[in-house]
């Protein structure tokens, strides 16, 4: 059949063999679920970017080949954790990687459990260059000046802080333990449960999805931030998770900005570039956003539009 080029999943521009790759693994939300009649956009929704997908893992990187197969780096701790956890081994990269990718169509796509349902595990590819323009200049501002710019720097320093308050309650925690004071244990894990809040407040306060990615998200702070608290997870996989999470949450901002949903690539690729039909779609988007956009301040000096953005 010979080789293909694939495809990202933000842009549609091609990738090419040898080319530095984005991939994450998602779970599929069901077509159907008892919420469906009294909300029937929670399933079928075009509201939020993770409506009919959410992040099951953080980002892997790695390079595409020429057959649909991807090489991805060594994982980090956060990635091995969560791959665990869905039940996929990163030494098996290469058998999941090409059942998702459809290039072994004799096997069966792995499933999870998640909410009491069961949801398919999908991949989605995106280019590397894609990957980092979107963490570094796509913002989701709105017209009515209530919701600050969030950078990818300030997100990293909030995960920094939220590892440097944690650290404490550890230090903290050894010494309630080795003392053997029971005032001072109760004292601690009262300091444990606001510490925790506060941390997840300051994170997932900026992740605007619906409740199943946000109950996601929650879930997994809660049980890593615990479990580094009370030694059972290591100072590098806790400040790697909190990394994690935090790209996820700058990306997931750049993807509403774009009214993007989280989902695998159109097509699984193809042999020719179609780089002129890209450029062609892309010069009419930025020629059609510049005249709206031109528009849209004539009517707001005309008193007609909205107040403008804010950004910190």
Not at 139 to 167: N, Q
Not at 263 to 285: D, K, Y
Request: aromatic residues 10%; proline residues 4%.
């Amino acid at each position: 059949m010979g080789c293909w080029h694939g495809t990202c999943a933000v842009s549609n521009l091609p990738i090419f063999s040898g080319e530095p790759i984005r991939l994450m693994l998602l779970g599929i939300s069901p077509l159907t679920d008892e919420r469906y009649e009294e909300s029937p956009n929670w399933v079928t929704g075009f509201c939020y970017a993770s409506d009919r997908a959410f992040p099951v893992t953080p980002f892997m990187s790695g390079r595409y080949d020429d057959y649909g197969g991807i090489e991805l780096d060594p994982p980090g701790p956060a990635v091995t954790a969560c791959l665990e956890e869905i039940g996929l081994s990163p030494a098996d990269s290469d058998n999941w990687v090409s059942i998702l990718r459809g290039n072994a169509k004799d096997k069966p796509a792995p499933i999870f459990r998640f909410f009491g349902r069961d949801h398919l595990i999908g991949m989605m590819m995106i280019r590397e260059d894609v990957f980092q323009h979107m963490l570094a200049e796509v913002h989701y501002e709105t017209s009515w000046g209530d919701r600050p710019i969030i950078t990818h720097k300030h997100l990293r320093a909030l995960a920094d802080a939220a590892f440097t308050e944690c650290a404490a309650l550890r230090e903290e925690g050894r010494r309630a333990k080795e003392s053997g004071d029971e005032e001072e244990r109760e004292e601690f894990h009262f300091r444990e449960r606001m510490m925790r809040y506060n941390t997840e407040e300051s994170l997932l306060r900026h992740w605007q999805n619906h409740p199943a990615q946000m109950h996601s998200g929650l879930t997994r702070l809660s049980a890593a931030s615990d479990a580094f608290i009370f030694d059972s997870m290591d100072e590098e996989t806790f400040r790697d998770f909190l990394y994690a999470i935090a790209d996820i949450m700058r990306f997931d901002n750049a993807l509403t900005a774009v009214r993007k949903h989280y989902g695998v690539q159109s097509g699984a690729g193809s042999q020719s570039e179609n780089l002129r039909a890209a450029a062609s779609l892309a010069r009419f988007i930025v020629k059609r956003a510049e005249e709206l956009e031109h528009r849209y301040d004539e009517d707001d000096e005309d008193g007609d539009g909205d107040e403008g953005t804010s950004s910190a």
